[in-house]
């Protein structure tokens, strides 16, 4: 049996394949903008690759797959509650055979079975008949592209690096069916002067074409009513699910805990949305655990990330196969979710930052010999030179901890440029502890010295906190990571403390020191790291770093 796992990555791939041809599709309609000599152009070239021998199985292949996904996924789905985009997502694609039945049979199928080709003059003036055949053309081309771009943003939305492009993604997704739009109706004023696609066979006659064209959609959609009629009908196959308090939801087999909650309205936290990139909706199994499906790929590693118990699953990917009892683990009782994804992309994402931490050393000791006022005066300074370090070389700066302070850099550009810049603001730190040691000479009975650790990899980024007490920031391996290297520099009495990963990814060299292999506190794995004592040590090498690049 394929998996669910599996079955995603086909949909995808199968999806990316329609995109493809769906996006140069609506560029050759746009070339009407031009002249209809122009369109014919560019359908040849069109042609070359998706009316080719490959390109005609690819296609296929992928709409096949593809629908066929689609019907599998509502046959598996135990309710219709959903977010509004993903009901438009489903509901756009439902409708899509429906709508463009007509113009695939008249312009595939028959070149297939007789060779005759449509170019443009004949599909603009069976589309020009009528204003109903024009609303008709218009309606299905803003629908086949929104269920592409809803289908793409859901795949596409947890991702990091697709935070920087989605601008450029939301550009095209409104400028591109525009413009074949306007491809296609300057096309239908100039098509009655242009002569007909030389054809030297005859084509299948306009009434054979629709009457195929009826019987595919009546077939299609008595497919769709079987589908939803077996979520009326009772099934034998009926799995119960407990929950505290004595609820009980019924479901069927093939569907998941977190879809048993949301059909029920039971309060069930899941702030990926339920893709298995959290463990908060993850529950434990009180009964009726064995013989149930055991965790794989992606859960079974989320699982361990938290080191799980033996009875914990994630809710969204625990699919029973015969009766059970569950208790949510994360209280959602206030948390208005419903097992739904955040609607703001701040509300987490997962991202590649590089992270920042940063602490001044003895400053607890300082501060119990200063007055309160000059104490806060002097952190005020400490704090304008952290923020102008951070945000001088490209960073944000997350938040201040007593006299420490936490940096994220890479929000918006790629990881090398993240951790180039986190060096490069460690330098600077470094610079402006100096200066303040200069200003505060007469103050301090030491020099301050500070401690940094820098650490670079994934993170969930999101706007954290209650009501209006609430900042953006970040949390996850990297960042605790980046905590311990800053423990760590106290510890080895240095300047900064910073991972092998984070120096390789900046691509910069450290001449004349060695890395070490090291234990950092919660992580079982041993850490390559750097101990630089003195952050101006590097200058030298982000300088050349900088001219190389």
Same mark, same amino acid.
């Given at each position: 049996?394929?998996?669910?796992?599996?079955?995603?990555?086909?949909?995808?791939?199968?999806?990316?394949?329609?995109?493809?041809?769906?996006?140069?599709?609506?560029?050759?309609?746009?070339?009407?903008?031009?002249?209809?000599?122009?369109?014919?152009?560019?359908?040849?070239?069109?042609?070359?690759?998706?009316?080719?021998?490959?390109?005609?199985?690819?296609?296929?292949?992928?709409?096949?797959?593809?629908?066929?996904?689609?019907?599998?996924?509502?046959?598996?789905?135990?309710?219709?509650?959903?977010?509004?985009?993903?009901?438009?997502?489903?509901?756009?694609?439902?409708? /899509?055979? /429906?709508? +463009?039945?007509?113009?695939?049979?008249?312009?595939?199928?028959?070149?297939?079975?007789?060779?005759?080709?449509?170019?443009?003059?004949?599909?603009?003036?069976?589309?020009?008949?009528?204003?109903?055949?024009?609303? %008709? #053309?218009?309606?299905?081309?803003?629908?086949?592209?929104?269920?592409?771009?809803?289908?793409?943003?859901?795949?596409?939305?947890?991702?990091? =690096?697709? @935070?920087?492009?989605?601008?450029?993604?939301?550009?095209?997704?409104?400028?591109?069916? +525009?413009?074949?739009?306007?491809?296609?109706?300057?096309?239908?004023?100039?098509?009655?002067?242009?002569?007909?696609?030389?054809?030297?066979?005859?084509?299948?006659?306009?009434?054979?074409?629709?009457?195929?064209?009826?019987?595919?959609?009546?077939?299609?959609?008595?497919?769709?009513?079987?589908?939803?009629?077996?979520?009326?009908?009772?099934?034998?196959?009926?799995?119960?699910?407990?929950?505290?308090?004595?609820? !009980?939801?019924?479901?069927?087999?093939?569907?998941?805990?977190?879809?048993?909650?949301?059909?029920? $309205?039971?309060?069930?936290?899941?702030?990926?949305?339920?893709?298995?990139?959290?463990?908060?909706?993850? !529950?434990?199994?009180?009964?009726?655990?064995? &013989?149930?499906?055991?965790?794989?790929?992606?859960?079974?590693?989320?699982?361990?990330?938290?080191?799980?118990?033996?009875?914990?699953?994630?809710?969204?990917?625990?699919?029973?196969?015969?009766?059970?009892?569950?208790?949510?683990? !994360?209280?959602?009782?206030?948390?208005? @979710?419903?097992?739904?994804?955040?609607?703001?992309?701040?509300?987490?994402?997962?991202?590649?930052?590089?992270?920042?931490?940063?602490? /001044?050393?003895?400053?607890?000791?300082?501060?119990?010999?200063?007055?309160? #006022?000059?104490?806060?005066?002097?952190?005020?300074? #400490?704090?304008?030179?952290? &923020?102008?370090?951070?945000?001088?070389?490209?960073? !944000?700066?997350?938040?201040?901890?007593?006299? &420490?302070?936490?940096?994220?850099?890479?929000?918006?550009?790629?990881?090398?440029?993240?951790?180039? @810049?986190?060096?490069?603001?460690?330098?600077?730190?470094?610079?402006?502890?100096?200066?303040?040691?200069?200003?505060?000479?007469?103050?301090?009975?030491?020099?301050?010295? +500070?401690?940094?650790? /820098?650490?670079?990899?994934?993170?969930?980024?999101?706007?954290?906190? #209650?009501?209006?007490?609430?900042?953006?920031?970040?949390?996850?391996?990297?960042?605790?990571?980046?905590?311990?290297?800053?423990?760590?520099?106290?510890?080895?009495?240095?300047?900064?403390?910073?991972?092998?990963? %984070?120096?390789?990814?900046?691509?910069?060299?450290?001449?004349?020191?060695?890395?070490?292999?090291?234990?950092?506190? $919660?992580?079982?794995?041993?850490?390559?790291? =750097?101990?630089?004592?003195?952050?101006?040590?590097?200058?030298?090498?982000?300088?050349?770093?900088?001219?190389?690049?």
């Amino acid at each position: 049996m394929i998996s669910t796992a599996v079955k995603s990555r086909v949909h995808i791939a199968s999806g990316l394949v329609l995109a493809v041809f769906i996006a140069s599709h609506f560029t050759n309609h746009a070339l009407g903008i031009v002249s209809i000599e122009v369109m014919e152009r560019g359908r040849a070239s069109f042609s070359l690759l998706w009316r080719s021998l490959p390109g005609t199985l690819l296609l296929y292949s992928a709409l096949l797959v593809h629908v066929l996904l689609a019907l599998d996924a509502l046959r598996r789905r135990n309710t219709l509650r959903m977010p509004l985009a993903e009901a438009l997502k489903i509901g756009f694609g439902l409708s /899509l055979p /429906l709508l +463009i039945a007509d113009h695939v049979i008249a312009t595939r199928l028959d070149y297939t079975l007789t060779g005759f080709v449509r170019g443009y003059p004949e599909v603009l003036r069976a589309i020009g008949v009528s204003s109903g055949m024009i609303a %008709l #053309y218009t309606v299905a081309l803003v629908i086949v592209w929104a269920h592409g771009c809803l289908g793409l943003w859901f795949w596409l939305r947890g991702r990091g =690096w697709f @935070q920087r492009f989605a601008p450029v993604f939301h550009m095209l997704a409104v400028v591109l069916p +525009i413009l074949a739009l306007t491809g296609i109706f300057s096309g239908l004023r100039w098509v009655e002067a242009v002569p007909a696609t030389a054809n030297t066979v005859k084509g299948l006659p306009v009434a054979t074409i629709y009457g195929i064209a009826d019987i595919f959609r009546g077939c299609f959609l008595l497919l769709v009513a079987v589908l939803l009629a077996m979520k009326l009908l009772p099934r034998k196959d009926r799995i119960l699910v407990r929950y505290p308090g004595g609820r !009980v939801v019924t479901i069927s087999a093939g569907t998941s805990i977190l879809e048993a909650s949301r059909s029920t $309205g039971i309060a069930h936290a899941s702030v990926c949305g339920g893709r298995g990139r959290c463990s908060t909706c993850r !529950v434990q199994v009180l009964s009726g655990l064995e &013989g149930q499906p055991e965790a794989e790929g992606r859960e079974r590693a989320t699982l361990r990330s938290i080191s799980a118990g033996a009875d914990v699953r994630l809710a969204c990917q625990l699919r029973p196969v015969h009766d059970l009892t569950v208790a949510p683990i !994360v209280d959602a009782g206030h948390v208005r @979710q419903l097992a739904m994804p955040a609607r703001d992309a701040a509300a987490g994402q997962e991202r590649t930052v590089a992270a920042l931490f940063c602490d /001044l050393r003895g400053f607890t000791q300082m501060s119990e010999r200063k007055l309160p #006022y000059d104490i806060v005066f002097f952190l005020n300074s #400490y704090f304008a030179t952290v &923020g102008e370090a951070v945000t001088g070389a490209g960073g !944000v700066v997350d938040k201040f901890i007593g006299d &420490g302070a936490i940096a994220l850099f890479g929000l918006e550009t790629d990881l090398p440029h993240a951790c180039r @810049q986190a060096l490069e603001a460690a330098v600077r730190l470094g610079e402006g502890v100096e200066r303040l040691n200069r200003s505060f000479r007469s103050e301090l009975d030491a020099p301050l010295r +500070i401690a940094m650790g /820098l650490h670079a990899g994934p993170a969930i980024v999101g706007q954290m906190g #209650y009501d209006k007490v609430s900042s953006l920031t970040a949390v996850g391996d990297t960042i605790n990571t980046a905590s311990r290297l800053e423990g760590l520099a106290k510890m080895r009495d240095a300047e900064l403390v910073v991972s092998a990963d %984070l120096v390789r990814i900046a691509g910069l060299s450290l001449p004349g020191r060695a890395s070490e292999e090291m234990d950092i506190r $919660g992580r079982e794995a041993r850490l390559e790291t =750097w101990i630089v004592p003195h952050v101006a040590d590097i200058a030298r090498s982000l300088a050349e770093s900088r001219l190389s690049a």
